[in-house]
Every structure is written in C-alpha cells, then in structure tokens.
C-alpha cells in the first residue's frame, strides 16, 4: 500500500515538474529522461561513459561507432592506416564545418589530441601520455605517434572527440565547459543544470541533417520520478529502467520494453599484498566459491543480469568461452580457508559505489552476507561515485565492486588498465585500485603490445584471460549487466540500442 501511495505522489510530482515546460514539449520531437546528467560540455574533462554519451551528439571523433554490433566506421577521417609500430595515419573529410562556421582541419586534431594531456582540462590523461607527438602532413591528413606500440589505438578514435582551436583558444575556460562548440550532429540551445539539456539539429551536418529536429533531454536520477514521468506522457523515452519497475512497465499497454544484453561485468577487485589473507590464492577461491551469484541475479537483479566468467564481453577480442564459474559451494570454501589457515575466517573491507551500477549497493550487502557465512566478516564501504572513483584510481582500496566494459573492444587495453601492476609514468594499471600484481600477466600481457593481427592477438589475448581468471584469479566476476529502456507506443519512434549504451539521436527517429 505503501508503495502505491508513493507511486502515485512521484506521478502527481512529475506532472508539475513537467507541465511548466508543455509548449516546449510540443514542439520537441523527441523528450528523453535520462538516469545520468552531464558534469560539463567539455568533451576531455569527462572520460564517463555517462558523459561521453552527451558529448557524441556535439562532437565527433575521427571514428564512430555504428549499428548495434558497435561497428567502427570512418567520422571526421575518411580512412586510417598503421604506418608501423609507433604511427598512425589519418586521411581527413573535407567541407565538415564547426558550429559556429569555422573549417575543420588539421590543427583541430594536433590541438585536440594535445590537449588530452592537460590535466585542468582533460581525463583522458592516458591517452595524451601515450602519444609523442602529432605531425600534421597538410589541413587533411596527420600522423599520430604513440611512445610504445597500442594495437587498439585506432579503435578508442570514437571516444575522443575534436575540438574547435580558434574558439576554443579565444574563449573563457569557464564558457568552453558549458558551450559546446563541435561538429556534431547538433547544436546545444540550451543547458539548465539539473533540469534539461535542449539541442537542434545541425542543419549542415556532414552525414546530413539528422530526422530528429530537436531533442530535450531531462536527466533524473531517481527511478521512481522516471518512471512517473514516463507513465504521465510527459517523456518518449526513458533510459535505466530500474529492475524493480520493470514488470509495471510490461504490463502498462502504453509502454513497451526495450533491452538488450549490457557488455558492462560487474565484479569484485582485490589485491594480493603479502601478508594480506588475500594474497593467498586459496582464499581468493575461497570467497569466489562463497558466492551465490545465481541467487544474487535472481533476488536482487530481479532476472535482468547473467552470470560471468571473466570480465570482457563476446564481442571483446580475447573473450574466451572455455572459461567457466567456480560453483557455488560454500563448504569447499570453508575447507580451503582452513587449508590456508584462516579457519576462524578474517575481517575485510568490502567498498563500492552506490550510484553507478544496477543495484550496486544492494549486490555489495549480498555480497557480504555470503561471505559472513563463510566466516569472513566484511564491513560495507558503499559510497558515491564521486568519492569512490577516486579511490580506485588512487589505488587505495583493498577489495570493492566496480563495472567494466572496453570501448574499443579489446581486451588487451582493459588488462593495461585493470591488471597490469600500478605505473603512474605509462598510466598503466590506472584502475587496478587494489595493486593486484603479478609478473606473469605483465609478461604475457606486454607481449601482446606488438600482436596486430586480430586472430593472432585473440588467441593470446585468450590464453592471458585464462591465467587472470583461471589460474590466478585476479578478479572475482558476477554477472553481465542488461540495458533496458521504455518508450511510448504510438508515436513511431525508431530506437535500437547501442552496445556502449550511448544515446545518440542522430541514430534515433520519429
């Protein structure tokens, strides 16, 4: 009874909230509410998947993704070529113009790809100290040179976008992070934060003018108002159904549910100090087996997840389909911690967002309680993304639950980022919070840097998969996600989601 009072007080909520705004909505062609605001305009300062897909309708980089196998596909170059080891060659499109008129050339790359290095503006820290220079040939062709050999350097071109150099350079640092200026499928008009985002279609767009005219897009972060929202008419679609809503969205005949298998794993990170009870491999295992992950995607998934094995997805280079979950057995578990001499168990920290993936918090608890049962009392360290992130890339934690998919697809740069031991100079190991380290994984992973070829580099890249998971186990994996959506029936909207889960309304039509 509870619930439905609540229920019906978000409803009456999201009427008032939206009913302000009627005339704007009737002449949008499409209102969106969406589970994650942007933090800025700024296409560098925000390396988020939540951020980027903001960034993706303002901008574009010198290649995209495409169709809902995430395709790469040619944007701002035409074509693309590795030169040698170290080189990579781009042959730009000509007549593609800025927002605001200006040409794109040449310097707009060199400017753009400088610029990642700049930490007051950018978090694509990595990618700028990956790269030594930028030669630019003519205004339409440049080559990037990379300080050691990135197999995958071609493939995360869709997820650095290109910045205008005049006016970026010429204005206010404060402007630049609110006033998009790209030459993206549209054009912001307007940005209140925390209430909407509106943007026009970019008449003069390079691939044409998208179908959608204008779009307004309503972040809401919480669940219940989405929902509210979806259900009053007042938004078309709703991104980040939340599991708990979803059977009300299937039997509302005026709704109907788009999903798809999400690429994002969630797992457990954890280090392997000496001296700590996890360095021992036998209580790695032990906490693995521990686990009900079954339980844990139907109580708390609701059924909306599936159990993982490893951390790349199928359409990962390196994903490798022998790899099978321990089983869920508890007493094994109990027996290999009396073997490594924690019969009595051990206390650890167990820390996580709590705003970033599908039940987060509530998957940490179970994960605990499952743990208790094996004797190790975990304390709960859940907190904001905000805070917690951070701490991951500080490499501060010693065990905690993050989510993981690779943009480009391959699963030697996700090792680079989230196994490789901790080196601050290379940026690599920049997400290991937890200092896992181990010199066979470096070794074998390293090794794959020079390996071109997509087969060859898959069947390595399958063999260093098996050591992580396998026999290491450098990770403790749960479940792959699922992205779910809703939209209204009856308004001829044509949607398919992305891999990346990015909203990009160039792809979109009513």
Request: proline fraction near 6%.
């Amino acid at each position: 009874m509870k619930k439905t009072c609540y229920l019906l007080i978000a409803i009456a909520v999201a009427v008032m909230v939206f009913a302000s705004s009627a005339s704007v909505l009737a002449a949008s062609s499409l209102v969106v509410a969406q589970d994650t605001p942007p933090r800025m305009m700024n296409p560098h300062g925000d390396d988020s998947d939540a951020g980027l897909q903001y960034m993706a309708n303002f901008f574009d980089g010198l290649l995209q993704r495409k169709g809902p196998d995430g395709t790469l596909a040619p944007a701002l170059a035409e074509r693309w070529e590795r030169l040698d080891q170290l080189s990579w060659k781009f042959y730009l499109r000509k007549g593609v113009k800025f927002h605001n008129g200006n040409p794109f050339t040449a310097a707009d790359v060199k400017f753009s790809f400088e610029r990642l290095s700049n930490p007051d503006v950018s978090e694509f820290i990595n990618t700028g100290k990956s790269i030594t220079g930028v030669e630019t040939l003519d205004d339409f062709t440049v080559v990037i040179k990379t300080k050691e050999p990135i197999p995958w350097f071609a493939n995360n071109m869709h997820q650095v976008f290109i910045m205008d150099k005049e006016s970026t350079e010429s204005r206010d640092s404060g402007e630049v992070m609110v006033k998009p200026i790209g030459t993206g499928a549209y054009k912001l008009v307007e940005w209140v934060k925390g209430s909407y985002v509106r943007m026009e279609a970019n008449a003069d767009y390079w691939e044409g003018a998208p179908p959608l005219k204008t779009v307004e897009i309503r972040p809401v972060t919480e669940s219940s108002t989405r929902f509210a929202a979806l259900v009053s008419g007042q938004v078309d679609i709703v991104t980040g159904v939340p599991v708990e809503l979803f059977d009300k969205i299937v039997k509302n005949p005026k709704l109907d549910v788009v999903s798809r298998p999400a690429r994002r794993s969630i797992f457990l990170a954890l280090n392997n100090k000496p001296g700590s009870p996890t360095a021992d491999i036998r209580v790695r295992k032990a906490m693995y087996m521990a686990i009900n992950e079954d339980e844990i995607i139907a109580k708390v998934m609701r059924g909306h997840a599936a159990p993982a094995a490893q951390i790349p997805d199928p359409p990962t280079i390196g994903y490798n389909g022998n790899i099978q979950r321990l089983k869920y057995d508890p007493a094994e578990a109990k027996k290999l911690l009396k073997e490594a001499g924690y019969e009595k168990g051990f206390e650890i920290t167990l820390s996580g967002p709590n705003d970033r993936y599908v039940q987060d918090a509530q998957i940490a608890e179970a994960v605990a309680k499952y743990l208790a049962k094996v004797g190790i009392k975990t304390t709960l360290d859940v907190k904001p993304k905000s805070v917690f992130f951070p701490e991951v890339t500080g490499g501060k934690l010693d065990f905690y639950l993050i989510g993981w998919f690779d943009g480009t697809f391959d699963m030697g740069r996700t090792y680079f980022k989230l196994a490789h031991t901790r080196d601050d100079e290379t940026g690599h190991g920049f997400f290991n919070g937890a200092n896992f380290s181990d010199p066979d994984i470096d070794k074998l992973l390293k090794s794959t840097a020079d390996i071109v070829n997509p087969q060859e580099r898959g069947k390595v890249l399958q063999q260093l998969n098996k050591m992580a998971m396998v026999d290491k186990i450098a990770w403790i994996p749960l479940h792959y996600q699922e992205d779910l959506y809703a939209i209204q029936k009856g308004k001829g909207i044509k949607f398919q989601p992305r891999p990346d889960r990015w909203m990009v309304y160039k792809e979109i039509s009513k």
